[in-house]
């Protein structure tokens, strides 16, 4: 069965709006997301949109700003020290990837903590590793809430996660642990990742490989989450899993586009809502 993700995203973001609307009423501000975007890199440009959307749609205020992408480092850090600075600013995002002169690591590591709405910097990731609060990266968020979502409760399962990236792989790793699943991370040099992978009651996929995943390697009955977004020379977005092969097996997948996609953009409103929370102390 299909996790129509796009719905739930849809549902979390009207929950958003009203408790949004009800601060309001209450006379507080509304919260507030900085996005930078450094160039013109097409794919960061509809990620941006489609953030810029979400925002306008649940009652968050959104500063967009763009840099040209020879900008320089330095000013770029100069420009998050403001944006660090000001009061009205709740979280920062500076989409990524950045041009290759500039550091991205400085860069995050620039943004306030507080303020860090990805869940990329390593204040937040310690947090997660250690399972305190923080502000956690939106994607791994976006999955533990679509397993949620169909009341998967992951103790004691065998949860494999294809794909070791700082953003995805390993803090989605991290969530299921804290959620007392046996975890085992593979990647590209795992050997026969085909057994490895049928060993999973829950296969998540996160390679930025086009259908890497067939039929082979999934257990029937497992719970199947693709975070692959692949796009063809056509233009069409595919995912990691080969989704055709591997839907009459699994009990439940997510399909690409409108799986973990609009869930990823949920979690960054939501985590927008919890840092001006935090700073602003509404409860
Ligand atoms: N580029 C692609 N995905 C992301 C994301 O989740 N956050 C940021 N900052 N940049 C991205």
Known sequence: MDINGKEIASHIKEGLKTQISEWRQKGYRAPKLAVVLVGHDSASEIY???????????????????????????????????????????????QLPLPGHIDEM???????????????????????????????????????TLLDEIHYGLAGKEVVVVGRSNNVGKPIAMLALHRNATVTIAHSKTQDLASVCRRADVLIVAVGQCELIGKDFVKPGAVVIDV????????KVHGDVHYEE?????????????????????????????AYMRRNQVK
């Open 246 to 274: 591997v839907a009459p097996l699994a009990s439940y997948i997510t399909p690409v586009p409108g799986g973990v996609g609009p869930m990823t953009v949920a979690m960054l409103m939501k985590n927008t809502l919890e």
């Open 228 to 235: 692959g977004m692949n796009r063809d020379a056509k233009g």
């Open 48 to 94: 941006v949109r489609n953030k810029e959307k979400a925002c306008t749609q649940i009652g968050i205020e959104n500063l967009l700003i763009k840099k040209e992408a020879d900008i320089s480092e330095a000013e770029l850090l100069g420009l998050i020290d403001e944006l660090n600075e000001d009061d009205s600013v709740d979280g920062i995002l500076v």
């Open 106 to 144: 400085k860069v995050i590591e620039r943004i306030s903590p507080l303020k860090d709405v990805d869940g990329f910097h390593p204040d937040n990731i310690a947090r997660l590793f250690l399972n305190h609060e923080g502000l956690f990266p939106c994607t791994p968020k976006g999955v533990m």
